[in-house]
């Protein structure tokens, strides 16, 4: 029991970003950073007073810290951290491990499968544009998306058995890529992106080259290229592009691309380097456009707003599925939605 405890207590305390010092300072001073540490050891285990106070600080329920889901993590691509402060890492890695474990479980007691079938596995090494561009199409096709807009991409993405989880992160962090388990995939973005809606999309996609592809022994800046091909070509296909703007331009008005960002929710920026690379315009246009972005001051905060939603209802769907169907309590549903009992019972109240 103390194991656990010692373990969930870490990662609670790892999730909100808070040193030892930090959670005895927002504690009051009512325990000390020597005996929180000896919490994190094992070596004590919290009165039910303390636990409550814990539970508060740390945004989690008291039952948490006993819970023994096993959550293992895999490999995180180096780039995708190198940037970040070792307490804003372990943030990003425990937020992701908590809402996966209780979303693991929920699957578990509805005996569903998480199994993944990756459709691109068979696919050669990517290592080209035109190698990336083709393995947007393939996807589409083969997750029967035509060459439609995609709404709600996130939503997308959970249909197809892949998690994303949304963490709250400093603004350096857009997104990773992992498995859990050694065979869930999952997706991470940071809900801090500027610009939301349309650079948490092509966070997404981008990640999910990273996931699915094999790109051999490329350089990272050459996977990164890559990625990014994919995610504007998975947004917005080479033959609807065409389609909208024509096979050959010399120049192109800020508000033809805002009406295609609108539709497609994929930035301008985007759209700019897409056209060059599908020889729409040319690498020199596409540069003085892209110029011009950054000393209009757009490249953050573009002109045209994408107005779309990313949020999957996957997760709630499951819990409300699993308490009308009594195969968990209302306490149950209230640990798996990380809420107090009261709380969730006025969520729930208006469906009974």
């Known amino acids: 029991m103390r194991e656990i405890f010692a373990a969930r207590f870490k990662s609670a305390r790892l999730r909100t970003g808070l040193s030892l010092k930090n959670l005895s300072d927002k504690l009051g001073s009512k325990i000390s950073r020597q005996a929180l540490h000896k919490y994190e050891k094992g070596e004590v285990i919290p009165n039910s007073d303390m636990l409550a106070l814990l539970s508060d ?41 908590e809402y996966l474990s209780r979303y693991l479980e929920l699957e578990e007691i509805l005996g569903i499968s998480s199994e993944f079938e990756n459709p691109l596995k068979n696919l050669a090494v990517v290592s080209d544009f035109e190698q990336a ?30 998690k994303v989880v949304e963490v709250d992160a400093e603004p350096i962090f857009d997104g990773m890529q992992t498995w859990v388990n050694g065979q869930v995939p999952v997706l991470a973005f940071n809900k801090n992106l500027s610009g939301k809606a349309d650079r948490i999309r092509f966070t997404l996609l ?21 990625c990014h091909q994919f995610a504007g070509a998975m947004l917005l296909p080479r033959n609807t592009l065409i389609d909208k703007l024509g096979s050959k331009r010399s120049r192109i008005s800020v508000l033809e691309l805002g009406n295609i960002k609108k539709q497609f929710g994929i930035s301008i920026q985007a759209i700019i380097r897409r056209a060059a690379e599908c020889a729409i315009i040319s690498e020199n246009y596409a540069r ?13 905060t ?6 779309g ?17 009594e195969q968990i309590s209302l306490s149950k549903a209230a640990a798996l939605k990380n809420m107090k009992l009261a709380e969730f019972r006025t969520l729930a109240s208006f469906g009974e």
Do not use: C
């Not at 490329?218 to 290229?225: P, V």
């Not at 209802?313 to 409300?320: H, K, S």
């Open 206 to 226: 981008h990640e999910l080259g990273h996931l699915l592809l094999d790109f051999g022994d490329l350089a990272d800046k050459e996977k990164e290229k890559r």
């Open 309 to 325: 939603i990313e949020a999957s209802d996957r997760f709630d769907q499951l819990l409300f599925r699993a308490l009308s169907e």
């Open 57 to 97: 600080i740390l945004q989690v329920r008291p039952d948490y810290f006993f819970s023994d889901t096993k959550i293992a993590i895999g490999a995180i691509e180096y780039r995708k951290m190198q940037h970040l402060p070792s307490r804003e890492e372990h943030k990003v890695v425990e937020q992701t491990r």
């Open 133 to 162: 561009n083709a393995a947007a199409e393939l996807l589409r096709k083969w997750w029967k998306l035509e060459e439609d807009p995609l709404y709600n991409i996130t939503q997308i993405l959970e249909d197809k058995h892949i």
């Open 288 to 300: 003085q456009f892209l110029q011009r972005i950054k000393e209009e001051g757009w490249r953050t």
């Open 302 to 307: 573009e002109p045209v707003a994408y107005e």
